[in-house]
């Protein structure tokens, strides 16, 4: 054998060297971080405290207690299992790591998942997807978490036409009503957000084949208004009116701090056209009417709903990857210039 071919060799036998030491060296860095003590946010640790999560060999929920009458012992969750208890928590709450020491670093580098950094799972999902009124009760149409994952006849997804399981509803998420790209499903991300989804299923006794009035969205049809249709005319009047000081305007949202973020309804940052908050109106006039305006959640009227959804629709947003790859980056590219040029001419608000 010549000189040059066992250098040859040497240097491919090099490289795949490095490449081992390289993922030995990131699998121990997110061992680490699976190991490491978790930092809640503000709203987790209230949220986990509610439920009175500590390990143990078993575990007791106040939530049933009290809904029962009595205590109920159910499987009990070591110290690595609240980790990712907490962790899943932080992500619903606190997706791109604002409120974390190191950033998406401690929510699995997040931020690779998504295009936008103002949309986050707590939009839709209020109280961290545990939304309850004043009595203790779960908000109908609400789109509780706990429901997701005990897939409570709710496996059968009316858009795609196949059963999803909850990690798949997860990724759907990401990728559609964030914008952005689909993790692998046994990436710690999605498995630290099952981890929670689980948690508040069990600590709220959800069971199989049992229908909840928080679970999915709340859904307007045109029979549910008076008119039987739409007016995005009125709908853009009402959003003025009700909606802008924290949408804004044009739709794209507003950061005001860390945690007050009022996400985008158009625009770059915003949900895609694959979004089923863009082709089925009549679940985003539900979504809308369930949680705003903020403090005054179900005040609409379903012509009002349904109105300030025809809207919004009309707002540019993202085209979403199933238009394919080059019309999502030129849509994309086209809303971030098409403001600069109507402004120079004038004719934009």
């Known amino acids: 054998m010549s000189i040059k071919i066992f250098g040859k060799i040497l240097a491919v036998i090099a490289l795949l060297l490095s490449f081992y030491f390289l993922a030995e060296a990131k699998h121990q860095t997110r061992e680490n971080l699976r190991n490491s003590v978790v930092k809640l946010t503000p709203a987790c640790q209230n949220k986990l405290d509610e439920y009175a999560l500590t390990p143990g060999k078993f575990y007791v929920s106040p939530y049933l207690t009290q809904k029962s009458g009595h205590p109920t012992r159910l499987k009990g969750y070591t110290q690595s299992d609240i980790n990712a208890i907490g962790r899943g928590c932080n992500l619903v709450d606190d997706y791109h790591g604002w409120l974390a020491d190191n950033g998406d670093q401690d929510r699995w580098q997040s931020k690779r998942y998504v295009r936008t950094e103002l949309m986050n799972c707590k939009n839709c999902h209020r109280d961290i997807g545990d939304w309850k009124d004043d009595n203790g009760n779960h908000v109908e149409g609400s789109m509780g978490l706990a429901v997701n994952w005990s897939n409570a ?5 009316i858009f795609t036409g196949i059963l999803l399981m909850p990690e798949l509803r997860f990724m759907q998420c990401g990728i559609n009503s964030m914008n952005g790209f689909k993790p692998n499903v046994l990436d710690d991300l999605v498995r630290d957000f099952i981890a929670y989804v689980r948690f508040l299923s069990a600590a709220t006794g959800k ?3 049992v229908r909840y009035i928080e679970q999915g969205a709340k859904s307007l049809p045109p029979s549910a208004t008076l008119k039987h249709g739409d007016d995005f ?19 794209r949202g507003q950061w005001l701090s860390k945690d007050v973020v009022y996400p985008p309804l158009g625009g770059p940052d915003s949900f895609n056209t694959d979004s089923r908050n863009y082709f089925s109106l009549g679940i985003f006039a539900g979504i809308i009417q369930v949680n705003m305006p ?3 959640e179900g005040s609409l009227t379903p012509d009002e709903a349904r109105s300030i959804a025809a809207y919004i629709q009309t707002l540019p947003r993202p085209a979403g990857d199933q238009k394919g790859v080059i019309a999502a980056a030129g849509k994309q590219s086209l809303m971030f210039i098409m403001p ?5 001419f004038g004719r934009y608000e």
């Open 294 to 296: 903020l403090g005054k």
């Open 340 to 344: 600069h040029l109507l402004k120079m």
């Open 207 to 209: 069971k199989m084949g």
């Open 153 to 157: 006849g709710d496996q059968y997804d």
């Open 233 to 251: 005319t009125l709908g853009k009047s009402l959003y003025n009116a009700q909606c802008s000081h924290c949408h804004g305007l044009d739709g």
